[in-house]
């Protein structure tokens, strides 16, 4: 699994921005792991709440769950859910692990520069996930 395609992407979007995720990883229509990094501490994720809310039955939506200690990083983040949709139904999710301690450092470093002006609030950055036929 760690050598197909989704996998080497989500790989690539963890070493370049390690510090902002801590993992993620795609699924199946079903629940089951089709890309992952690092390695999940489970390969079946459609009986957890964060696969179940994104898929949302097949209609897609996204999901971000709350604050929670990630057993295979040791990371506490927050993970943020969102449907994989192709040709109008959500054929899978990807879910993306932000590292908590990136974010407060952020909102720190924006409340420094703030200290006499209205708080601004954190916009999380763009995630782009390619999908071609030939995955």
Not at 103 to 112: D, H, I
Request: charged share 15%; aromatic share 8%.
């Amino acid at each position: 699994m760690l050598s197909n395609p989704s996998s080497q992407y989500l790989k690539q979007l963890i070493t370049h921005q390690g510090r902002l995720y801590s993992e993620a990883f795609t699924t199946d229509n079903q629940g089951a792991n089709v890309g992952t990094s690092p390695l999940p501490s489970d390969y079946w994720l459609g009986n957890e709440c964060k696969w179940s809310s994104s898929y949302n039955m097949g209609t897609g939506i996204a999901f971000i769950n709350g604050i929670e200690l990630e057993e295979g990083t040791i990371t506490q983040a927050a993970q943020v859910s969102v449907p994989i949709k192709s040709d109008g139904g959500t054929i899978g999710v990807m879910v993306i692990g932000g590292r908590l301690s990136h974010v407060l450092s952020k909102q720190l470093l924006a409340s420094s520069y703030l200290l006499d002006q209205k708080p601004q609030p954190l916009v999380a950055p763009e995630v782009h996930f390619v999908h071609s036929a030939n995955d």
